[in-house]
């Protein structure tokens, strides 16, 4: 089961020395998603992990949720204070990067949810690949508006990014509000430092609210290039995101 199997990780990790893995979570005004994607993190099934949330001084939303909670000692909280001008995405990005602790850095957004293997799964592939970086060519898309659920297209999806620390500080986030992580990640394909990661699409599960940074019409092209999943394959996707 679950616990036999983290034990297990736990175990190998202290005999082999897995190395930290710092998740970065940059969010705003969603403590329900947030609360989600920390029990993504509690449940991973790799143990040396760090997770690193950061929220702006203006959140209440989020600062209520903090306050009000108890966390554990691999969860780290970075309160950014009032700044002019505005900071933007990607230099929150950054900021998250640099207040890590990990020797790899995995992007961890607020509003997705995450299989509890996926940090085992990503480094594993970076490994047996030789490469600094892995990510996924495909991963699930779910339409929280209409219910649906779908197996994207291949592409290099840029959130679903881990990295050495090392090298993702070679190339920063730009100063942008969206697509911040598009130059980024075409760097790091360029540079060959990336394994592309194709059969494991179920690891990630990219939800589109209507809230999202990009609009709605961004996602709408985004399905209509994938394959809608079956009933029952949707029904599961629907309960994962109910954890």
């Given at each position: ?126 490994l047996k690949m ?48 969206k697509g911040e ?63």
């Amino acid at each position: 089961d679950r616990r036999q199997r983290q034990m297990c990780i736990r175990d190998r990790c202290m005999t082999n020395k897995c190395p930290l893995i710092s998740c970065v979570c940059v969010t705003h005004n969603r403590p329900n998603m947030l609360e989600r994607v920390i029990k993504c993190f509690e449940y991973q099934t790799y143990n040396n992990k760090q997770l690193v949330i950061v929220y702006e001084e203006l959140d209440k939303l989020t600062k209520a949720y903090i306050d009000s909670h108890t966390f554990s000692n691999n969860i780290k909280i970075i309160m950014i204070s009032l700044s002019i001008p505005k900071l933007t995405l990607g230099e929150l990005r950054n900021i998250s990067i640099q207040k890590s602790d990990g020797e790899y850095i995995c992007q961890w957004d607020d509003d997705d949810w995450y299989s509890c293997e996926r940090l085992e799964i990503q480094l594993k592939y970076l490994l047996k690949m030789k490469k600094s970086a892995s990510i996924l060519l495909r991963w699930i898309i779910y339409d929280d508006f209409l219910k649906k659920s779908y197996l994207s297209f291949i592409h290099a999806w840029e959130g679903s990014i881990l990295c050495k620390k090392e090298i993702l500080t070679l190339y920063p986030y730009p100063p942008i509000e969206k697509g911040e992580d598009v130059s980024v990640i075409k760097q790091l394909i360029s540079k060959h430092h990336i394994a592309l990661i194709e059969n494991e699409p179920e690891i990630y599960v990219y939800v589109f609210h209507r809230n999202n940074t990009w609009e709605n019409s961004h996602f709408d092209n985004m399905i209509s290039s994938s394959i809608e999943l079956p009933k029952e394959i949707n029904e599961e996707v629907i309960e994962c995101l109910k954890c």
